[in-house]
């Protein structure tokens, strides 16, 4: 079996977890409890830093 030979994007796997992790507090916060969505004051400027980094890197 041949292995992938590509070199995994760190910055990019950073804001593919923050895209998650944002799904998942807008979901619980729409759901249960509307507090939730102050976590994404610290969530959203990780979420533009990472995706800067990610395209300066390209």
């Known amino acids: ?4 030979q590509e070199p995994v994007s760190i910055a990019g796997s950073f804001v593919q ?4 992790l944002n799904v998942i507090v807008i979901k619980y916060a729409f759901i249960y409890n509307l507090d939730w969505y102050k976590v ?19």
């Open 1 to 4: 079996m041949q292995q992938n």
């Open 17 to 20: 977890i923050l895209v998650l």
């Open 40 to 58: 994404e004051y610290c969530f959203l400027p990780l979420l533009v830093i990472a995706m800067l980094a990610q395209k300066k890197k390209a």
